[in-house]
C-alpha cells in the first residue's frame, strides 16, 4: 500500500530554534494536510495546501509556521523561534482529489523541544 | 463548529469478546467519516471510510455503522484479539473543513 513518509522520526530542539519537517505524499494526491496531536490530547487541524497554496489554516498556524512543496515532491513545515508548547507529534496527511476519498497519514515526527 | 465525541475513553476486555465502540457527531453535514487505528507513539492508519450516503462498511473483523441524521457512528470489532489493542479513532470531513478529530477510544484486549 502506498505510504506517507515522514522525516525525521524524532527531533530534540533547543526553545527558539527553528525546525523544518518533511513530507513524502503519495505520488497522485493533490492534497496535503498537516495536524499534530500534543501528548494525551486529540489530533489537532494546522494546515492545509492544494495547488501550491494555503487553502485553509487553523488558528493554531499563526506566523510561526510556515509551508511550502520547495522541489514538487516534499511537502514541509517549518516552524521558527520553537517554544515548549510546540512540543507534539506532528502528522503529514495527503488525499486525492475529490471529497470522498481516504486521508493517509505518515507515521509523525515527535518533535522535543526543551 | 464541529464537535466528536467517543464514548467510551477507554476499554478493557478479555480476548475473543465482540465490541463496540462509539462516535458523535455534533453538524451531520458531513461528506464521510473515518475509523483510524493508532498505536502508541505512531502514525494513524486508516481502518474504514464511510460515505454520507452509506450505512456501513466491513473490512473483515471490523464493521462500521453510520447513521448521520443522529449524528452516530460505531466501530464493531468482532473476535477481539490482543492485537487489537490500540487507540481508536474516529474524525469526519465536512467538504472544505479538514477532518476533525474525537479523542479516541483506548482499547485493551486481555490474553
Known amino acids: 500500500e502506498p505510504e506517507v513518509t515522514q522525516t525525521p522520526s524524532h527531533q530534540v530542539t533547543q526553545m527558539g530554534q527553528e525546525v523544518i519537517l518533511r513530507c513524502v505524499p503519495i505520488s497522485n494526491h493533490l492534497y496535503f494536510y498537516w495536524y499534530r496531536q500534543i501528548l494525551g490530547q486529540k489530533v489537532e487541524f494546522l494546515v492545509s495546501?492544494?495547488?501550491?497554496?494555503?487553502?485553509?489554516k487553523s488558528e493554531i498556524f499563526d506566523d510561526q509556521f510556515s509551508v511550502e512543496r520547495p522541489d514538487g515532491s516534499n511537502f514541509t513545515l517549518k516552524i521558527r523561534s520553537t517554544k515548549l508548547e510546540d512540543s507534539a507529534m506532528y502528522f503529514c496527511a495527503t488525499k486525492q482529489q475529490g471529497p470522498g476519498n481516504t486521508i493517509y497519514f505518515g507515521e509523525g515526527s515527535w518533535l522535543t523541544v526543551v | 463548529k464541529q464537535e466528536v465525541t467517543q464514548i467510551p475513553a477507554a476499554l478493557s476486555v478479555p480476548e475473543g469478546e465482540n465490541l463496540v465502540l462509539n462516535c458523535s457527531f455534533t453538524d451531520s453535514a458531513i461528506y464521510n467519516l473515518q475509523w483510524f487505528r493508532q498505536d502508541p507513539g505512531k502514525g494513524l492508519t486508516s481502518l474504514l471510510l464511510i460515505q454520507s450516503s452509506q450505512r456501513e462498511q466491513t473490512s473483515g473483523r471490523l464493521n462500521a455503522s453510520l447513521d448521520k441524521s443522529s449524528g452516530r457512528s460505531t466501530l464493531y470489532i468482532a473476535a477481539s484479539q490482543p492485537g487489537d489493542s490500540a487507540t481508536y479513532l474516529c474524525a469526519v470531513y465536512s467538504g472544505n473543513t479538514p477532518l476533525v478529530f474525537g479523542k479516541g477510544t483506548r482499547l485493551s484486549v486481555i490474553a
Open positions: 495546501f492544494y495547488n501550491n497554496e494555503i487553502s485553509e
